[in-house]
């Protein structure tokens, strides 16, 4: 397991080989294992694989371009008014969707979106998305054209025993 988590890396260059139907069900399968407050389980999730949309999405901020690329973009969102952790539980459903990802040999990256309004306006229009269900993250997902190696940021400076 912690090979896999120092293997997930952000991967913004990809093929064009399609993403396959079974390695995106166990993506968010992978998704909705994630921990949630109360298990209210507050998300949603947009699979995007329509070339125009990816485009769309690609022009959402500067560093959202690599979404026009990916064969599948992956959108996660959750209810606000359900749950006041929305965030932390959406935020564990994409590491566990990024974690997926690199386990599958595919490349993923973390492409931000909430809080900024605009960003999260462009998403819904483009998609649809009701007014109730803000918008968290892209995640494009494609089989890598780059390759990094496995890493850790690891900083002995940032740990603290029984206390600061």
């Given amino acids: 397991m912690l090979d896999l988590i120092k293997k997930r890396r952000s991967i913004r ?3 064009a080989e399609p993403v396959s ?9 992978a998704a909705m294992a994630a921990p949630s ?3 209210v389980q507050p998300w949603e999730f ?3 694989r329509d070339r ?3 485009q769309q999405l690609a022009e959402t901020h500067p560093w959202a371009a690599m979404c026009a690329q990916a064969p599948v973009v992956f959108v996660l969102c959750g209810y606000g008014r359900r749950s006041t952790h929305w965030v932390e539980d ?4 994409t590491e566990n969707l990024l974690l997926a990802a690199a386990g599958l040999d595919l490349g993923a990256v973390w492409v931000g979106v909430y809080p900024n309004e605009r960003s999260e306006e462009h998403v819904r229009r483009a998609l ?4 109730d269900l803000r ?5 494009p997902v494609g089989h890598p054209a780059e390759s990094k190696s496995p890493h850790t940021k690891y900083n002995e400076g940032k740990v603290h025993t029984d206390g600061y």
Avoid: F, G, H, Q
């Fill in 13 to 15: 260059k990809y093929t």
């Fill in 21 to 29: 139907d079974a390695d995106v069900r166990a993506m968010l399968e």
């Fill in 37 to 39: 407050a109360d298990n």
């Fill in 46 to 48: 947009i699979v995007v």
């Fill in 52 to 54: 125009a949309l990816r």
């Fill in 90 to 93: 959406v935020s564990a459903a």
């Fill in 128 to 131: 649809s998305i009701p007014r």
């Fill in 135 to 139: 918008v968290l993250c892209l995640v």
